[in-house]
């Protein structure tokens, strides 16, 4: 089990990394939603199948659909958002400060001897019964997230009157 | 790797480089969907956080009614990011969103 948890960990940093760094929106997408199926993999293995589920379902596939919408309605080009933005220059340093970054928490977490409880407590609790009597909130706060969606995306995609 | 690195502890890392990643990819630039791109890098690694917290613990349940609720944000925050985008893309052709500034009303 772990050793698949440290290939798929390795592989989304790296789709993360990509999706950053990469000039073309499109390329952009497709790493995105290959890292959010690494990490549907990494939950399903934690012990958390419908989450799992649901992320490969919504992120891997409704975002990156929604994503890829956005930009071929958009239609820029990969030399414009080179042009405009600069954005090869401005990413160049992203990798640097990501070793940087990832040799400080690891020489903190080893000089603070911080680890996490490595043997998990077997979980008791069904999900379905959790989602649908502890966490009711939870599901008319959803509802009412995407019912302000509704409504923004209305507001912003009307026609002007003048 | 010293002993006391459980993979637990790599995954809290990984994690942490990725909010780094997606927080440095909406600093540097000024592409609305690249600054949408960031933001979702960095829902990535807090879904694997409250994951990993509902393993931990043993409260998967709590945990993935957490992640759903997440996700279901992520979602709408796309859909409106798109909207955005495309609004943006007709008024000025383009996607900086520094134009967002000459807006009124």
Redesign the interface.
Known sequence: MEVIIYICLALLLSFCILAAMSQSLLKSAIFLAFASATLGVILFVLGAPWAAVIEVSACSGLVTVIFISAISLSRIKKEEVQKLYADKKQMKYLPYILIIAGIVIIVAALAGSVALPGTAVESTEDFREVFWNSRQADILGQIVSILIGGIAVYVLMRESKD | M?Q???????????G???I???C??MI????I??I???V??AM?AV??FL??A????????????????A?????????????????L?KKYG???IRNLTQLKG
């Open positions: 010293d006391n690195m459980n993979f637990q502890t790599v995954m809290l890392i990984v942490f480089l990725m780094i990643a997606g440095y990819c540097r630039t000024y592409h969907l690249k949408f791109i960031g979702e890098i990535k879904t694997m994951v990993l509902g393993y931990v613990n043993g409260r998967a349940g709590l945990s993935q009614a957490y992640v759903i609720t996700i279901v944000l992520e979602v709408v925050v796309a859909v409106v990011f798109a909207g955005v985008t495309i609004h893309y383009n996607m900086d």
